[in-house]
């Protein structure tokens, strides 16, 4: 799943304590964000220079934050959550499965 930075898992609640509504809501990002991610694919893969790369995946980047406030999230809250998937297949489970639905 795409984390945007590294944060700790602070003091997020296990996966199973995660509600719905913020599993799909992550879920939803993640979709939209890995729609993103295809769309500027080919723009990445044509860029050039270390600067032209970069340039794009800033972009990417600004999009994808959009994305996860969009859904009423900050980008803190969202990397909790994946960090717990990561640790946790049941959440992992059920943030693909919100993501799906996007895509």
Excluded: C, W
């Amino acid at each position: 799943m795409p984390e945007f930075r590294n944060m700790d898992r602070g003091g997020m609640p296990p996966g199973d304590n995660i509600s719905d509504e913020v599993v799909s809501k992550v879920g939803k990002a993640v979709g939209r964000i890995a729609g993103i991610r295809q769309a500027h694919k080919a723009e990445l893969g044509a860029a050039q220079t270390d600067g032209e790369r970069q340039e794009v995946a800033q972009r990417v980047e600004l999009e994808a934050i959009d994305v996860i406030n969009g859904q009423g999230l900050s980008v803190e809250q969202y990397n909790e959550v994946i960090t717990a998937a990561d640790d946790d297949p049941d959440l992992e489970q059920r943030l693909l499965t919100a993501a799906r639905r996007v895509l």
